[in-house]
C-alpha cells in the first residue's frame, strides 16, 4: 500500500466507476476498506490530464521482483474481468487496490503464496487507457 504522503492521482472515470463497484452486492463480504480509503485521499483528475506514468483501471504494466531479479506483467481489473489468469489482478484484490496509482518507478511489496512477501518496482506502463483514448471500457 502507498503511504498516505504518496500523492494518489486517479482518474475521475475510474473513481465514479469503482464507488458504483463497492455500492454492488458482489462487493459485500469483501474489506474494501483500503479501497474506500485510497478514493478518499486521492487526487482526482480528467482522464484527459491523467499522466501516462500512472497504473490506472486496465492498465497493463511491468514490474521487477528486486528479490529474483524476474520481471512480470499485469492487468488491473474490475472483477468481472478477473478470469484467474496469472496476468490479471482484481481492483479488490489486496494488491490490486495497492496497485492502483502507482507511478513508473514505485514499488510494492506483494504477498504470495507460502507466506513470503516479495518487493516489485513499476518499471513500465505498456498500456493506459487514458493515453491509449480508450475511455469507455
Given at each position: 500500500m ?14 465514479e ?20 480509503a ?11 490530464q491523467?499522466?501516462?506514468?500512472v ?11 528486486e ?6 506483467e ?6 468481472r474481468?478477473?478470469?484467474g489468469?496469472?496476468?490479471?489482478v ?5 494488491v ?8 513508473v518507478?514505485?514499488s ?5 503464496p ?9 518499471l ?13 471500457r
Amino acid at each position: 500500500m502507498s503511504t498516505p504522503t504518496t500523492p494518489l492521482l486517479l482518474s475521475r472515470l475510474d473513481v465514479e466507476r469503482l464507488e458504483a463497484l463497492l455500492e454492488q452486492p458482489a462487493a459485500q463480504g469483501i474489506d474494501t476498506s483500503a479501497l474506500e480509503a485510497e478514493l478518499e485521499r486521492a487526487e482526482v483528475v480528467e482522464p484527459a490530464q491523467m499522466p501516462s506514468d500512472v497504473i490506472t483501471m486496465n492498465s497493463t504494466a511491468r514490474f521487477l521482483d528486486e528479490t529474483s531479479g524476474e520481471e512480470h506483467e499485469l492487468t488491473l481489473v474490475y472483477p468481472r474481468d478477473a478470469d484467474g489468469s496469472h496476468d490479471k489482478v482484481s481492483i479488490l484484490a489486496p494488491v490490486g487496490t495497492a496497485l492502483l496509482g502507482l507511478r513508473v518507478g514505485a514499488s510494492i511489496e506483494w504477498p504470495v503464496p507460502g507466506g513470503r512477501t516479495i518487493r516489485l518496482r513499476v518499471l513500465s506502463i505498456r498500456f493506459q487507457p487514458e493515453a491509449a483514448g480508450e475511455l469507455h471500457r
